[in-house]
């Protein structure tokens, strides 16, 4: 009390904008284990969509409510951030599989190589969680946290409930709260598009940037207040507002591309489209909207199709009876129905209209065809557009047939929903050569004339074990379509690139098709001109003074009128031309006695030959003979990432049986406890008794594998060789590429630390066996010789193969193979102003003389090199790194 007042000089209100989550789809993420279903694997977690990560390990691990902690390890591509909070949603399973305790570490060292790797801090430990009282409920918690991490492991200890089964969350947030933007590194991942509108409907703006950066929508170059999240939904659109434009900024730094809410005008085209509301998981069942616009061919009033793997149309059954309608909202007589072997949700969200009506699918297993059947269909030439997304992690092949009056097949590899959220887009497929697939979400077939009224599409799934088949997500029927013209036709694919070191690497597609546009995208985002990167949007994508950071999975979109197509994906990385570099193994097998085979990498582990070895000629040098009771036993070996590749020379003899060559595993290649990295060996398919080469990665949820088309050839030298680069897992024999298959994931850390050359391995706890030793059930053991084996943790170019192939032919090692950098082709620019030369380059080193005969010495800086104009004479050139 001073019977006076009170007074202030001054009041400061202090804070930032909303905390922000640093993840990003595609950001660094390594699981505790890969004991996940295949689609159900730990990159869900940070999507952004509500599709879920599940890990047995917390459930039934080893045993029935056999518990260990589940989790993930995050690396945010955003550099090092200062969490402070969270958020986790629910999946859509059992209550009892949600968090109930979480322990989050931060981590500042240079890399993680694996969940249980590393030096780690708490940051916090989240106890007695909340229930979560609905399925993708989001709950979010704050703590006080002031140290930047550069990586963060997130570690459920405790679920809801014992259940029996895991662990299982939606999405994780980590929000750090970003007080400035370094609008260097801030950029649009995914920018806003015209939306198009019913009359007083409101357009929905969605946009994705490459970090926790704050953002302000616009409407006509005014702030919308309280815009500040990744979408922004407009009023009702009228004529009145439907000129407003807008767009949106990261703070202080870049403008999207305006956009606007265009009001739609139905064609007089008709068309009934159907979206299956899926089920079972990510997100579904999911609803379209009756004012919802979307599709290839435009249409509102989509009907939302029920049955949990069959149904019909119109379906009084239902509550509220479902009748068909067209595009116009019209009554029709047309009928369908459809069966198929269940349904399941893709993963694409649904949050816009493209979204909910992909989101929802049904899928035919392999060996079970799906089919729908539109009935009453009145005479014309029709057109069918058949909508598919796959599940995540699945990469899947297959047919796409509508049977009229006449039969068309189109031959495809789905695009899952990993794939598709980095860059959503139709992409169409054309081919019909089941050798060369196109990678579609969609196939039109067009001048479709019903037979007796009926027009049948039916699918097929040919790539076996994965969790589900190839989907349709949705349909159209169009009536008395204008047919749409021809798409472009990629007739050669990119191929992996390497490059030095400060040089430079190039990717080329070759396409045909009229009035063709182009846009690369790395690691699934599209990809601007700037920096060192160079043609995004030609043929040809160019990176000068290349570095890790360009290090990545690469493809194209090619567009035209008639569609838009993507090719296959491939790796771009910094070379050291190096043959031995990450080269973890090399077993010559150059032994004349004993029961050792020395390695000759560095720090490499010997393998033990058990049983009766014998030595003698190889393909190079000596080799190890085995007996179909000898093989080789190597304790330990570094462990691949995302890469690896091995390459060896074996001169066999036909058992058949399938037969193991050099393998990671134990038993079965598998997923889960008992997880391995790879196997390369020989398998006898049952159905025409004939043996192939066959190769296999263990990456995330999923088993990869390519087998060769021909028959491996016995009684005589062969080279074998597979490389997984990060993109494509591919095979060779005798330096030609024989397959290849994609994956996206990394390499799974493996649960049992050896190699087996010659024998497929296990243990049998029944019996009391510890020690792994050839499969009771399944020894696959290898007769003939092995020579010259080498192991890399990086994946090798098809030109490396060719090259040992080649060495070894002249009976030379693997290491006398020299590789040598391309010829690099710079531009140099120089340029006068206000007293002083500005030098530009884009490839090489930049050096200076006083004269054109020398001396050169190199130059301090990099490109752009501005120096004061001078009196003598100075000439510039460039060098290769």
Not at 358 to 386: C, Q, R, W, Y
Not at 801 to 810: D, E, L, N, P, S
Request: hydrophobic share 40%; glycine share 10%.
């Amino acid at each position: 009390p001073n019977t006076c007042c009170m007074q202030i000089a001054e009041v400061e209100l202090l804070g930032t904008g909303a905390p922000q989550d640093v993840t990003q789809p595609g950001d660094t993420i390594l699981a505790s284990s890969a004991n996940s279903p295949g689609s159900e694997g730990v990159a869900n977690a940070i999507d952004n969509q509500p599709t879920k990560y599940l890990n047995f390990d917390s459930g039934r691990d080893g045993a029935v409510n056999g518990f260990s902690p589940s989790g993930f390890v995050v690396t945010p591509s955003v550099g090092a951030t200062t969490v402070i909070g969270l958020t986790m949603q629910s999946a859509n399973d059992a209550p009892e599989r949600d968090p109930r305790i979480v322990l989050l570490e931060g981590s500042n060292d240079d890399v993680i190589e694996s969940f249980n790797s590393g030096t780690w801090e708490e940051i916090v430990t989240l106890e007695d969680i909340p229930d979560f009282t609905a399925r993708f409920q989001v709950q979010e918690f704050y703590f006080p946290n002031k140290t930047s991490y550069k990586h963060y492991r997130w570690t459920v200890l405790a679920t809801a409930a014992p259940n029996t089964c895991c662990m299982q969350i939606a999405e994780v947030e980590l929000l750090a709260a970003t007080t400035a933007v370094d609008c260097d590194r801030a950029r649009f991942l995914v920018q806003p598009v015209d939306t198009l509108v019913l009359p007083d409907a409101s357009a929905t703006f969605f946009t994705t940037v490459n970090g926790p950066w704050p953002l302000q929508w616009h409407v006509n170059g005014e702030p919308i207040p309280g815009a500040t999240s990744a979408s922004y939904t407009t009023p009702p659109v009228t004529a009145a507002n439907a000129d407003n434009v807008y767009t949106v900024q990261i703070r202080g730094c870049e403008v999207s591309l305006p956009v606007q809410a265009v009001l739609f005008t139905p064609s007089a085209t008709r068309s009934i489209g159907i979206s299956f509301r899926g089920g079972g998981a990510n997100g579904s069942p999911t609803l379209m909207n009756e004012t919802d616009v979307a599709g290839l061919h435009p249409q509102a009033y989509w009907i939302n199709a029920t049955g949990t793997g069959g149904g019909f149309l119109p379906d009084d059954f239902s509550e509220p009876p479902i009748p068909v309608v067209d595009s116009s909202n019209a009554p029709s007589n047309i009928t369908v129905e459809w069966a198929s072997s269940g349904t399941w949700g893709s993963g694409t969200g649904d949050a816009s209209s493209t979204q909910r009506m992909l989101n929802g699918l049904n899928h035919a297993n392999p060996g079970t065809e799906g089919s729908i059947t539109f009935a009453n269909v009145p005479a014309g030439n029709h057109a069918v557009i058949a909508y598919f997304v796959g599940i995540p992690l699945q990469f899947q092949d297959a047919d796409y047939t509508v049977t009229g009056q006449a039969s068309e097949t189109y031959n495809v590899r789905v695009i899952n929903a990993d794939e598709y959220n980095a860059a959503p887009g139709f992409y169409r497929g054309i081919s019909k050569d089941p050798n060369n697939r196109s990678l579609a979400t969609y196939v039109r077939f067009d001048n479709v004339q019903p037979a007796n009224g009926v027009v049948t599409l039916t699918w097929n799934t040919l790539t076996t074990g994965f969790d589900r088949g190839a989907p349709v997500n949705a349909v159209q029927l169009i009536l008395n379509a204008t047919p749409a013209g021809a798409p472009p036709v990629i007739t050669a694919q990119p191929q992996p690139s390497i490059g030095p070191a400060g040089g430079t690497a190039s990717v080329s597609v070759t396409a045909t098709g009229e009035n063709l546009t182009y846009q690369w995208r790395k690691n699934g985002r599209n990809l601007p001109d700037g920096g060192n990167v160079s043609g995004a949007t030609s043929a040809t994508l160019s990176l000068s003074s290349l570095s890790e950071d360009d290090n990545g999975i690469y493809n194209v979109a090619i567009f035209n009128p008639g569609g838009s197509v993507v090719s296959r994906s491939v790796s771009v990385r910094v070379s050291a031309y190096d043959i031995a570099a990450d080269l973890v193994g090399y077993w010559k097998f150059d032994e004349s006695a004993g029961a050792t085979a020395a390695n000759a990498a560095t720090g490499g582990q010997a393998g033990e030959v058990i049983g009766s070895p014998s030595w003698g000629a190889g393909r190079v040098a000596n080799s190890l003979s085995l007996d179909g009771g000898t093989y080789v036993f190597v304790p330990s070996y570094p462990r691949a990432g995302r890469e690896i590749s091995v390459s060896g020379w074996v001169n066999l003899s036909e058992t058949g049986t399938d037969v193991a060559i050099v393998r990671n595993a134990q038993g079965a290649l598998g997923v889960g406890l008992g997880a391995g990295q790879f196997e390369l060996g020989l398998v006898v398919n049952q159905n025409d008794g004939i043996t192939r080469l066959t190769g296999a990665i263990g990456a995330g949820p999923n088993i990869v594998r390519v087998t060769a088309a021909d028959a491996f050839t016995f009684g005589s030298w062969q080279h074998i060789a597979m490389s997984a680069d990060g993109a494509q897992l591919r095979l060779f024999v005798n330096g030609t590429q024989v397959g290849s298959a994609d994956y996206i994931t990394a390499i799974n850390a493996p649960a049992i630390p050896y190699l087996s050359m010659g024998a497929r391995l296990n243990i049998d706890p029944l019996a009391g066996i510890e020690d792994p030793e050839p499969d009771f059930s399944f020894p696959n053991l290898m007769v003939g010789r092995l020579d010259d084996l080498g192991l890399w943790t990086r994946g090798l170019t098809a030109d490396e193969v060719q090259k040992v192939f080649a060495a070894g032919q002249q009976g030379q090692p693997l290491t006398s193979v020299v590789l040598e950098p391309p010829a690099q082709s710079s531009t140099l620019t120089i340029g006068a102003a206000a007293g002083n030369i500005t030098v530009t380059w884009d490839a090489g080193r930049l050096q200076t003389a006083p004269s054109a005969a020398g001396p050169w010495t190199d130059a301090v800086g990099t490109s752009p090199l501005t120096e004061p104009a001078g009196d003598a004479a100075k000439f510039y050139r460039t060098v290769s790194p």
